[in-house]
């Protein structure tokens, strides 16, 4: 897939991936070896027909290929654009083993686009049911339980906190990354299936824990919202920002704009992110496009990076600095941040999750300048709500606990997303919700 150049792209916050024309998806398309076990299918956490959608774009019956999709999933246009496939789908495939797999997710991307320009059908719902439910958030994981739900016939009404809908697709996710017309579109559908989204409504504030008890069934799909921090010296100094504050006054509410919007963000010459995921990367190139050197620090070698690789392409096609094997020690300045003391890392024997374990080398210490750091060190859920409702238990590092079908320990609340894995992708926290909202369903049906 092309994308724009990165001399262009670093001054908007337009769309880096062109995306692919209608001729190379049938190309691409003919390349499926039609596999009798298809093992694509088995890689994706929400369990699309990859191989009936690529054999209806190979027809070019595009109408159909997208169909086929959204039986399985009403967000094809985010997962194309945000999904991990090269370890999933594109990982399972049997292609990739000696040369290039499907790109299947450049082709989910096109399809969705391509009936957004030629007219949206939304799916039939089932006979329209009694059962009343209430999900709690509108992000990947609230959306597709909601999705799923409407379309089995239920009356289904998501509580979200923000003023506007899609969660992180919406507050974490930058333009460049996920235009937020195609997250608006999504949204549009699946409330066209009847699902009624009620923003500025904070359930535990503006909405009673005991409104939210009076549905028949609940989705808690609040997300990860709780950034985590260091514990490092100087955290408190002006310029020191949780990458989910950073992200979402940029995203959500446009400070990358201010003073056209209310919302400021302080703007640094040279900018400090901390950590090696996508949400450092997003950090990173959002702090690049707001005019500032960006150096991005991060503990272990890059290879080790958590981080999608194309992310950690593009940051360094639009001149982000990578220091690796390098963690900071303290934040230093009065008042405002001046600099990070950072130290260099030893890469000692391997830890639990399979990288090196870093340890710090003593007298490597030395000086960044910075006038803004970025923690994007991880997050966990909010535990506000939780804590509101009598009987459910949190696990250790405080997400929900819940069983394999997504049930909490409080009959009739269940739970689906980051909220009860811990922050993790927009595809995985999708499948988890299509396993709770089966729950609800087969609750219901006696099942």
């Known amino acids: 897939m092309a994308d724009r150049s990165a001399e262009v792209r670093i001054n908007d916050f337009s769309e880096v991936d062109c995306g692919i024309s209608a001729e190379e998806a049938v190309i691409e398309a003919e390349r499926c070896l039609r596999c009798k076990k298809p093992a694509c299918v088995e890689g994706c956490p929400v369990g699309i027909d990859i191989p009936g959608f690529l054999k209806y774009i190979e027809e070019e019956d595009f109408r159909s290929a997208i169909g086929i999709i959204k039986n399985s999933n009403m967000l094809p246009a985010i997962c194309g654009r945000v999904c991990p496939q090269e370890v999933q789908c594109e990982g399972e495939c049997i292609l990739g083993v000696k040369g290039k797999p499907i790109a299947i997710g450049a082709l989910e991307r096109f399809l969705a686009d391509w009936e957004r320009e030629h007219g949206v059908t939304v799916p039939e719902s089932k006979e329209k049911r009694k059962e009343r439910i209430a999900i709690v958030g509108s992000g990947p994981a609230g959306l597709t339980a909601a999705a799923e739900l409407a379309r089995n016939g239920f009356s289904v009404t998501i509580f979200e906190a923000l003023h506007a809908a899609g969660g992180v697709l919406i507050y974490g996710i930058p333009e460049f990354r996920l235009p937020k017309k ?25 909405v009673p824990v005991e409104e939210l008890l009076s549905y028949d ?21 002006i310029g020191v ?17 201010f003073p056209q919007y209310d919302t400021p963000v302080k703007r640094g010459g040279n900018v400090v992110v901390i950590g090696g995921g996508n949400v450092a990367m997003d950090s990173a190139r959002v702090a690049r496009r707001m005019g500032a050197d960006v150096t991005l620090v991060y503990r272990r070698r890059q290879e080790d990076m958590p981080a999608r690789l194309v992310e ?7 001149g982000i600095r990578f220091l690796t094997c390098t963690n900071p020690t303290r934040i230093l300045g009065e008042g405002t941040v001046t600099g990070v003391e950072v130290v260099s890392m030893d890469m000692c024997e391997l830890d639990d999750s399979g990288r090196p374990s870093a340890k710090p080398i003593p007298g490597s210490e030395q000086i960044i300048p910075a006038d803004v750091v970025i923690e994007a060190i991880g997050q966990s859920p909010n535990p506000l709500l939780i804590r509101m409702i009598e009987g459910l238990v949190r696990e250790k590092k405080g997400n929900l606990k819940v069983d394999e079908k997504g049930r909490t320990t409080v009959p009739k609340i269940f739970a689906a997303g980051d909220v009860a894995t811990g922050a993790a992708t927009v595809i995985l926290a999708m499948g988890a919700a299509k396993v709770a909202a089966e729950s609800v ?7």
């Open 217 to 237: 069934a609940i989705i808690i799909a609040t997300g990860a919202g709780l950034p985590a921090f260091m514990g490092i010296p100087g955290e408190n100094l």
């Open 312 to 318: 950690v392409h593009h940051a360094e096609e639009e």
């Open 241 to 257: 920002y949780s990458a989910n504050e950073f992200l979402t006054r940029v995203n959500l509410m446009h400070a990358n704009a």
């Open 182 to 206: 195609v997250v608006a579109a999504e949204i549009d559908e699946v409330k066209r299936l009847g699902v009624l989204i009620r923003t500025n409504h904070l359930v535990g504030r503006s």
């Open 441 to 447: 369903r087969k609750m219901f049906d006696g099942e």
